[in-house]
Structure formats: C-alpha cells, structure tokens
C-alpha cells in the first residue's frame, strides 16, 4: 500500500471522533512510527484531528496490564502540543484534571503521594478510568515484556474502544514471532489494517526533508541501492551533513564522489 494512501487513511480516522481501532502493519524499520508521528503532527498543524487528547505508548519492556494502562494515562499530552514529549508539567496537569474530575472526596487518597509511577494500585486503576475519548498510539507490540499477553492487549484496547470511546492505533512489525494471539483475535478488535509497504523511493521521501541539501541526489542514490530502512537512511543523511561541508573549495566531482561513497559505505 503506497504512502499516500496510508496517509488518506490515517487522516480520515484522525478527523472523526468515532471509536475505531486502525493496525499498521509493515516489515521493520521501514517507517511506521517515523510516518505516524510525522502525519499525526502535520494533521495537528491543521486542525484535522477530532479528539483533544493524544498518547502516545511503547510497549517495549512493559511487563503488565496494570503497567501498561498507567503509562497510557502518563503520557497523555493536550491535542496543542501534540509532537512534544510528555514532561513532569502535563503529567502534574493529568493528575489535576483527574482529581477535580473525581472531586474533593478523592483528595485523601493523592494527599501526600509523590508524583511518581509506583503511587499505588489504586491510584494506576483510578487514572484509568480517566482515559475517555482519547487517542491512543500503541507501538512495539511485538516487544511487550513477558508478564503481558498480546490477548491482553487487545482486550484492553477493545475495553478502551467500546466503553471508553477512545481511538486507538497499533504499530506492529509484520512477520515477527509471538503474534499468534494477534493473527487470532485481529478479527475481533481491529476495524481498518493497513499494510505498510513503502518501496525506496518513498522510503527516502519519508526520511529526508525536500528542503535538505542534496536531497534529490540522496533520494537517487539511496533508491538505486533499494534502501527501505529509515534508520539508515537517516543515518546517511547525518553523514553527508557531516561531510560535505569539508567539500568546499573542491570540484563539484569531489562532492559526488563523497555522496556515493556514504551511501554505499552505510
């Protein structure tokens, strides 16, 4: 499926606030999270995106659900800044809205508890149910920790679907190991599944910027040698921006010559 058909896609479910799960699938390396971020910024620049809260979660190294629900809520950043890391300050503003939404009832049971990860199960399973009509971005599904099942996962992202009306992506790596569970109950969760399929022209249209220098010859190059890899490509680009500056004051020739040999050497 080609990027610009992925793109369309991506922002059709962005500009509805129906709940919907989307799949994008795609061999690793070829750009899935790099696109996702790289759409879902230029959808926020124009005001294309329905829900006002955005999270953004790696699965990498996450080892339960209780784990897993809360670093949802952590991360939840405002539809405005959307691009920016989640910091201290929006997670203090997660914890302020969580608690004027439960009322002064509910203040006992934050009075005096550090703003840290391990506040208490309690309080992991209250900013839960904060998680209303929020899109969610889970990647690295494939590289979840051992304590969590991808029948799990799922589960929990059909809960957030049907009864918390949030909008959820999933970011995975096709042909991996351990997705049995996921080819097995897909059919029960995921409403769209898109193949991501870029071929090398469109690779290099992703990684590199049409305003960088050089761009038209490195997106030649890179593509004659049918480079699909986003991490390499990228790293080309950061070699040539290194380089070609100590090409000044030489023959055009030279400059060629350096270009070819990065992106063959990477």
């Not at 995921?190 to 910027?209: G, K, M, N, R, V």
């Amino acid at each position: 499926m080609s990027v610009k058909v992925i793109k369309d896609q991506i922002l059709q479910f962005l500009s509805s606030d129906q709940p919907e799960v989307m799949a994008i699938k795609g061999e690793w390396g070829v750009g899935k999270t790099f696109s996702w971020k790289k759409f879902l910024k230029e959808a926020g620049e124009e005001n294309k995106i329905k829900l006002d809260r955005y999270s953004y979660v790696s699965l990498f190294g996450i080892n339960s659900l209780d784990a897993f629900k809360y670093t949802i809520f952590e991360n939840v950043v405002k539809r405005e800044i959307i691009g920016t890391e989640p910091s201290i300050e929006t997670f203090k503003s997660n914890t302020k809205s969580l608690i004027e939404s439960f009322g002064r009832h509910s203040l006992h049971l934050f009075k005096g508890a550090p703003i840290v990860k391990s506040l208490s199960p309690a309080i992991e399973t209250i900013s839960f149910l904060s998680l209303n009509s929020t899109l969610i971005c889970i990647d690295d599904l494939e590289r979840k920790g051992k304590g969590l099942e991808i029948k799990d996962v799922l589960g929990l992202v059909s809960l957030l679907k049907e009864q918390k009306k949030c909008k959820v992506v999933l970011l995975l790596n096709d042909g991996e190991e351990g997705l049995a569970d996921y080819d097995k109950y897909r059919e029960k969760v995921i409403d769209i599944e898109l193949a991501f399929t870029p071929d090398p022209e469109e690779c290099a249209s992703i990684a590199y910027s049409e305003q960088a220098p050089n761009y038209s010859k490195l997106r030649d190059l890179t593509t004659s040698l049918g480079i699909r890899n986003i991490r390499i490509l990228k790293k080309i680009e950061r070699l040539v921006t290194l380089s070609l500056p100590l090409t000044k004051g030489f023959e055009p020739e030279i400059s060629d010559q350096v270009l070819h040999s990065l992106v063959l050497f990477s």
